[in-house]
């Protein structure tokens, strides 16, 4: 089936289709899953012989990312609402636990049941959940939710849980993509033909995550960093490239796939960042964000804590 012809959302319910279609995407030299990696033996040193840490996953896809965090996890759980993603997670860690549910859904019961996790990792995942909290999205186009400061309180209660579910010393460490990016640019330009993003514009789900995580901050519940690095989506052609447009960022939206003037756009863009030897570079971005949890005398030098 050609790419341009997959139902709605398939590249999340439909198999294969986001292996067929994802991109790597490079920062500095090394992938996502690298920079994950990285950060793993910042904060918890080099691989143990013998893994020690509880770890939840909100939108763990196909297990792609979770062979950067799965080496620390002595409990891993995965959550994910598209089956055939959930399957290949369980698939490439049998010893997980796999939840096939929605991140709010999951979030609410874990928050419920007081569970606490050491890691609660969210790879490129967390758009959804808050952006579901201003809109509904279907094939047949967008229902924005009349009452804004309804959505944004909302979307702090879901993040205020999340935080809940990090044990006190362990984090929340979340990649974000880049709203500004000329990548993600067209993208918005596209869906704005159908209806207007909420707030501030397409970047407004992350300023709420951050707002909320800074929140949590100002409440006394652990720190905040955030940082941002640019880079690519690398794509093997043009056609993967329009692929990567369509299925993944437009999510074969029947409206927007139909459309010349967004097909025109996106072949223009793919056309401009083609190189003489047909790989694509596609301009983007990645926030990098991480909420440790912990008292505020963890700021302090060590020797004086004790009597602070």
Same mark, same amino acid.
């Given at each position: 089936?050609?790419?341009?012809?997959?139902?709605?959302?398939?590249?999340?319910?439909?198999?294969?289709?986001?292996?067929?279609?994802?991109?790597?995407?490079?920062?500095?030299?090394?992938?996502?899953?690298?920079?994950?990696?990285?950060?793993?033996?910042?904060?918890?040193?080099?691989?143990?012989?013998?893994?020690?840490?509880?770890?939840?996953?909100? !939108?763990? &896809?196909?297990? /792609?990312? *979770?062979?950067?965090? #799965?080496?620390? +996890? @002595?409990?891993?759980? %995965?959550?994910?609402?598209?089956?055939?993603?959930?399957?290949?997670?369980?698939?490439?860690?049998?010893?997980?636990?796999?939840?096939?549910?929605?991140?709010?859904?999951?979030?609410?019961?874990?928050?419920?049941?007081?569970?606490?996790?050491?890691?609660?990792?969210?790879?490129?995942?967390?758009?959804?959940?808050?952006?579901?909290?201003?809109?509904?999205?279907?094939?047949?186009?967008?229902?924005?939710?009349?009452?804004?400061?309804?959505?944004?309180?909302?979307?702090?209660?879901?993040?205020?849980?999340?935080?809940?579910?990090?044990?006190?010393?362990?984090?929340?460490?979340?990649?974000?993509?880049?709203?500004?990016?000329?990548?993600?640019?067209?993208?918005?330009?596209?869906?704005?033909?159908?209806?207007?993003?909420?707030?501030? !514009?397409? &970047?407004?789900? /992350?300023? *709420?995550?951050?707002? #909320?995580?800074? +929140? @949590?901050?100002?409440? %006394?519940?652990?720190?905040?960093?955030?940082?941002?690095?640019?880079?690519?989506?690398?794509?093997?052609?043009?056609?993967?490239?329009?692929?990567?447009?369509?299925?993944?960022?437009?999510?074969?939206?029947?409206?927007?796939?139909?459309?010349?003037?967004?097909?025109?756009?996106?072949?223009?863009?793919?056309?401009?960042?083609?190189?003489?030897?047909?790989?694509?570079?596609?301009?983007?971005?990645?926030?990098?964000?991480?909420?440790?949890?912990?008292?505020?005398?963890?700021?302090?030098?060590?020797?004086?804590?004790?009597?602070?």
């Amino acid at each position: 089936m050609p790419e341009t012809t997959l139902p709605f959302r398939a590249v999340y319910h439909a198999p294969d289709v986001y292996d067929r279609v994802l991109l790597s995407h490079w920062f500095d030299g090394v992938e996502d899953v690298d920079l994950v990696r990285r950060i793993m033996r910042d904060q918890h040193g080099p691989v143990p012989e013998s893994a020690t840490l509880r770890m939840l996953e909100l !939108g763990c &896809g196909t297990g /792609r990312v *979770t062979e950067a965090i #799965a080496p620390y +996890a @002595a409990a891993l759980h %995965g959550i994910d609402s598209g089956a055939p993603m959930i399957n290949k997670f369980t698939a490439r860690y049998p010893q997980a636990t796999a939840t096939h549910t929605d991140i709010t859904t999951a979030v609410h019961a874990l928050h419920t049941a007081g569970e606490k996790y050491d890691l609660v990792g969210a790879f490129w995942s967390l758009s959804y959940p808050i952006g579901d909290c201003f809109e509904t999205l279907t094939s047949q186009g967008i229902r924005i939710r009349p009452d804004l400061d309804a959505g944004v309180e909302e979307a702090h209660q879901l993040v205020r849980e999340i935080v809940d579910l990090v044990e006190d010393g362990g984090h929340l460490l979340a990649l974000f993509f880049d709203s500004d990016a000329p990548e993600q640019q067209l993208v918005t330009r596209a869906w704005e033909r159908i209806a207007p993003f909420p707030g501030t !514009g397409r &970047g407004f789900a /992350r300023e *709420t995550l951050l707002a #909320a995580l800074r +929140a @949590a901050e100002d409440d %006394g519940l652990g720190r905040l960093s955030h940082s941002r690095i640019g880079g690519i989506s690398l794509a093997d052609s043009p056609a993967a490239a329009v692929d990567w447009f369509t299925v993944v960022h437009m999510k074969s939206m029947p409206v927007l796939v139909a459309d010349p003037e967004v097909r025109a756009e996106i072949e223009d863009f793919v056309q401009t960042h083609t190189t003489d030897a047909g790989r694509v570079l596609l301009p983007t971005g990645v926030h990098v964000i991480d909420f440790w949890r912990g008292p505020r005398t963890r700021h302090l030098p060590s020797d004086s804590k004790a009597t602070s």
